[in-house]
């Protein structure tokens, strides 16, 4: 288990929808998010699993800790606040995992040379450390509930748990 682990947005709100955010907590322990992912991820108006979320900050394990402002501004001027917030912290904490779903936040953390993992390898090491019997059923929740991840990407995960 990583000793941090930072997520964006997208996974908590794509995970929160299939009611599986539970899943970080039993992989990770505690997840950090920033201010404004925090917002992203509870905003005003309400949305399927936006519940769960404010759960999670109420239980403990989704922190959303005062972070030092950080000078980084990336190569991609397309990224949101929250995947911007989410990388500039995880370049503060050498040796993190950032969870992080969209392509253009993906290849920024890559270029940055961070530690990935988006939420259909959340799901496929989840079942792999035992949390849920299998990962195809819940990978196969997240179209229908609002959550797009290419195919080939759910496929690889199938393929690497051997479902």
Not at 46 to 55: F, H
Not at 94 to 111: F, N, T, V, Y
Not at 145 to 159: C, D, L, Q, R, T
């Amino acid at each position: 288990m990583r000793s941090v682990v930072i997520a964006d947005a997208g996974p908590l709100i794509a995970l929160s929808r299939i009611d599986a955010l539970d899943l970080l907590r039993g992989l990770f322990g505690q997840v950090l998010v920033t201010t404004a992912v925090r917002d992203e991820a509870l905003p005003p108006s309400d949305y399927p699993g936006k519940s769960l979320i404010a759960q999670a900050f109420d239980a403990g394990w989704l922190v959303c800790p005062s972070l030092p402002e950080s000078a980084w501004k990336p190569m991609n001027p397309c990224l949101d606040t929250g995947e911007r917030s989410a990388i500039a912290a995880a370049l503060q904490m050498p040796g993190c995992l950032l969870i992080i779903d969209d392509r253009a936040g993906r290849a920024e953390a890559k270029s940055q040379h961070l530690s990935i993992i988006g939420t259909a390898a959340v799901i496929g090491l989840a079942k792999v450390q035992g949390l849920i019997p299998a990962a195809r059923p819940v990978l196969e929740k997240l179209r229908p509930a609002g959550y797009f991840i290419h195919p080939s990407i759910i496929e690889a995960v199938w393929k690497d748990v051997e479902e």
